[in-house]
């Protein structure tokens, strides 16, 4: 079971930047698809954006034009740029990668913006 270790959250002011990482405890080469879900209180979780191999990019709606997904397979890290943030966007953040059974999350890193 590869394990998945969010990082990078934080608190931060509107209109702000962060970066999280997702790093994986082996190589996601083979993965085809990884991405970032967020969940804030009484809230489902939704997706923030997923990347594929080939470079396939998908957004929330939410989040389109302000965050950027990218991966960097050599260094098995998910990467998660998100600027002119939100007091919205605060929420924990989870790394996922699908898999045989399923699905594969992290722990979670929190993100809060303040207004």
Do not use: H
Not at 43 to 52: D, F, Q, S
Not at 69 to 79: G, H, L
């Amino acid at each position: 079971q590869v394990q998945l270790v969010e990082s990078g959250g934080g608190l931060v002011q509107a209109g702000g930047s962060l970066r999280l990482s997702c790093a994986a405890s082996r190589s996601i080469v083979s993965t085809n698809v990884m991405g970032w879900y967020r969940q804030a209180p009484g809230k489902p979780r939704e997706l923030v954006a997923r990347i594929t191999t080939g470079g396939y990019i998908e957004y929330g709606d939410s989040v389109k034009s302000r965050f950027t997904i990218s991966r960097d397979n050599a260094k098995n890290t998910v990467y998660l740029q998100m600027n002119s943030l939100k007091p919205e966007d605060t929420a924990v953040y989870y790394c996922w990668r699908p898999n045989p059974s399923g699905s594969s999350w992290g722990q979670g890193t929190q993100v809060t913006v303040s207004s």
